[in-house]
Structures are given as C-alpha cells and as structure tokens.
C-alpha cells in the first residue's frame, strides 16, 4: 500500500506518443521506486503502479526518466547500498513487458553518489551526470559523467574536481 510519494518524474515518450511517470513511494518503511505507463486504448487511463527497484529496506529516491531514439524508457535514481550504506545512482530500463533489473551506472565503492541528472545525448542514448563525495573529512563532491555505450556503461569521467566548500575547482 503506497503512503506517501514524492520526486515525481515526468518524461515523454522519444517519438511523443506516450508519457511514462515515475515516482518514489513509501511502501512500509522505505520509498520504492514505481512507475506507470498511459494505456494504449486512451491517454485518461494509467496502468497500475509497477515497481521498478528490488524492495529493501533502504531508500530509492529521485527519479529521473528518459526515452531513448527506439523509445526505450530509462529510469534512473539515487539508492542507497544495503550492503556499505552508501548512496549509488541505479538504473532500470523498460524492456516492453518488464524492468531489467537494477544496476549501478558506476563501478561499486564506498563514496556518496547523489543528486543525478540523466538525459537523451544528440547520439540518441542516455548520458547520466552526478555528484561523488571524496569520503572520509574530506569536503570535496566532485561531477562525474557516463553514457551508455552499446552493451554497458562507458568509463565513469571527471567532469569538476571540487576542491571544498567555496573552491574554485579544475583549472
């Protein structure tokens, strides 16, 4: 039974024909990620919620939904690693009757990957930047980059070393 959402996303369909929407909810204790898709017979009438994320006990916040040039839908987040307690950015993708399951963008680590921003590139596949605390006392948050290259993820990039509260960053 959903409690409460929040972190709505929007995103229209790659040829705009269907919208998809996704959303966090509180399932018991934690917020899960859902979906629902518009129904082929009528715009009006939305599939019921389907769950995109493995339900545990960690939360999965902050949904970011794009369509690719096939129109493949993918839905992006921030969760939280059961296993370090860390926060990773996951993804999912629509396969036509289901979600694959979840996957990291990144390699595994013990950093906080957080606040996501995902989009269609001009190559037509999806690109997610975000942001990766150094850990430790360290201050610093720097901004990293992927796409999708085919058959995985292609190497993570340093797009802004941060240097601390206020610094001035790569030069």
């Keep these: 039974m959903i409690t409460h959402n929040r972190y709505r996303e929007l995103a229209d369909h790659a040829r705009g024909i269907a919208p998809f929407l996704a959303f966090s909810a509180v399932l018991v204790l934690s917020f899960v990620l859902m979906l629902a898709l518009p129904s082929p017979t009528s715009a009006a009438t939305w599939s019921p919620e389907m769950q995109v994320n493995v339900e545990d006990m960690t939360d999965d916040i902050n949904p970011m939904i794009v369509c690719d040039s096939s129109g493949t839908a993918w839905v992006f987040w921030m969760g939280i690693d059961p296993l370090q307690g860390d926060f990773e950015i996951y993804y999912s993708r629509w396969t036509g009757d289901g979600w694959t399951p979840e996957e990291r963008v990144h390699e ?13 590139g001009k190559d037509g596949i999806p690109w997610v930047v975000w942001e990766r605390g150094r850990g ?9 980059i992927t796409h999708w290259s085919g058959g995985g993820w292609a190497p993570v990039e340093t797009l802004y070393a941060g240097r601390g509260w206020g610094g001035e960053g790569q030069e």
């Design 108 to 120: 595994d680590n013990v950093q906080k990957d957080a606040w996501l921003e995902a989009c269609i």
């Design 136 to 144: 430790g006392t360290s201050p610093d948050w720097d901004v990293l």
